[in-house]
């Protein structure tokens, strides 16, 4: 207080698992959220789920009484609180949110005429806006809410708004339901444009024998986020070529992107890369430069007779980056299909390194996985900093099951489409001890790989081909 400290507690944090061990089905706000934030609130979800489900939520009650003493004593030593709802993350939504954190702040014992001036005119002097908004008074921004109910009685009166008036409009309170209904269906539309089957084509692969090719959905809690036809090829010379071309669905805020990954392994490393990443237009064909080049690509290339690649990364056929990875390579990441295809064939069993691309500048990161087999039903459980996943394969290489978890939520692969045509079974044998041989639909059920009550049908006495080792 002393110090002319500004403090936004955030005390529905804690106080969203809280409420929703009381609520009844999913959240309103869950239809009119963008994708990646209904990602994210389903993730939340079912971690609150979990707690509820095993009894903790106790210590999360505690921590939370905690908290409101604290915002409490803060108030009362003079610290200038600013309210903020930390929307729309994970159970905290837009508009709904403020109001939502007010009402835990009155739980602290702040009274609701002070949370008022807390939440209007002493938050915009805290943002430096005081002569601009968060009072009535003339020639400052008409930015107004009218209620039916007194709200110095209770904050509650703000969740049902009579009118407001936003950048001098008058907004009904029916305006506003017909708002929400339309970003609703809009949302419906996207995701069932998402939902259409998609047979991408197949990524661009060097002459060679077709071993395995396949079409895979990527679903994200219940809902298809992108689509991987998935090719492997062996070339004349013995090397396996593995071969990906994923499909990004569209969100309300992105177009649909693509992202084409194509790599050939020599004893079990990386020898070269090719990636490029695009935004498609309405016909699905790449949005190239004006030189005709790819939004994003990197290619990597073994040094020499070392095991270490040289990577240059290019924006519309610009270089903006060249540099090396240290790490002997032995997988690049970007498919969820050819990361597991690539564990079960070529990855020995515990810490491999893998290098993935991500933020704007698409940096390359190099990740250390540890691989496990599961001794009673073949299962491959992949381990690393950034994700973690596990996959089911057919003796051929046909997924059985996979799903991949990561901070940005959990990913399932469904094999709708299958195997496509012209391919001959069996042609890509992956280990016998990496075969998947228990139930599919009961994966989940078998616990940790190396468990002891684990429920795989596992059969010790299984003579299959030996011929497709690592």
Request: glycine share 12%.
């Amino acid at each position: 207080g002393e110090g002319g400290w500004m403090v936004a507690p955030m005390l529905m944090g804690t106080a969203r698992i809280v409420r929703r061990a009381t609520a009844e089905g999913e959240p309103r706000a869950l239809p009119l959220l963008g994708r990646a934030y209904e990602v994210a609130w389903r993730a939340d979800l079912e971690a609150c789920a979990i707690l509820r489900a095993s009894d903790a939520l106790g210590p999360v009650q505690f921590s939370l009484e905690r908290q409101r003493r604290l915002v409490k004593d803060l108030h009362d030593a003079g610290v200038a609180l600013v309210p903020a709802s930390g929307a729309p993350s994970g159970g905290i939504a837009p508009g709904y949110g403020l109001v939502d954190e007010l009402e835990e702040w009155a739980a602290a014992g702040i009274g609701p005429a002070e949370l008022l001036r807390l939440a209007t005119s002493s938050a915009a002097t805290a943002l430096g806006l005081g002569d601009e908004r968060g009072r009535i008074a003339p020639g400052l921004r008409a930015a107004l809410v009218a209620l039916s109910s007194d709200p110095r009685r209770s904050v509650a009166a703000l969740r049902s708004p009579a009118l407001l008036v936003v950048r001098g409009q008058v907004r009904e309170s029916f305006d506003l339901e017909d708002s929400l209904t339309a970003l609703a269906r809009r949302n419906a539309a996207i995701r069932a444009e998402r939902s259409r089957p998609i047979t991408p084509p197949p990524p661009p692969l060097p002459e060679g024998e077709t071993l395995l090719d396949g079409v895979v959905d990527i679903v994200n809690y219940g809902e298809r986020s992108s689509v991987e036809r998935y090719t492997v090829v062996r070339r004349p010379d013995g090397r396996l070529t593995y071969g990906a071309r994923v499909r990004i669905l569209p969100t309300a805020d992105e177009a649909t992107r693509e992202f084409v990954v194509v790599q050939t392994l020599r004893s079990g490393l990386v020898e070269e890369f090719d990636l490029t990443l695009d935004v498609l237009d309405e016909k699905g064909e790449p949005l190239l430069s004006e030189n005709g080049a790819h939004s994003f690509t990197a290619i990597g290339r073994r040094v020499g007779d070392t095991r270490k690649l040289a990577i240059e990364r290019s924006r519309g056929g610009v270089r903006f980056a060249s540099q090396r990875v240290e790490e002997a390579l032995a997988a690049v990441d970007g498919s969820t299909m050819l990361l597991g295809l690539i564990g079960a064939m070529h990855f020995p069993e515990g810490p491999s390194y893998v290098v993935g691309f991500d933020g704007v500048a698409m940096e390359p990161i190099v990740d250390r996985v540890d691989l496990q087999v599961s001794e009673k039903d073949g299962r491959i459980v992949l381990s690393g900093s950034r994700s973690g996943a596990v996959f089911g394969f057919s003796e051929g290489g046909e997924p059985l099951f996979g799903a991949r978890a990561s901070n940005g939520g959990r990913v399932e692969v469904e094999a709708t489409y299958g195997l496509l045509q012209g391919v001959p079974p069996r042609a890509l044998p992956i280990p016998a001890d990496r075969r998947f041989t228990g139930d599919p639909a009961r994966w989940r059920e078998a616990g940790p790989p190396g468990d002891a009550d684990a429920t795989g049908d596992a059969d010790p006495t299984d003579d299959a081909d030996e011929g497709g080792g690592k």
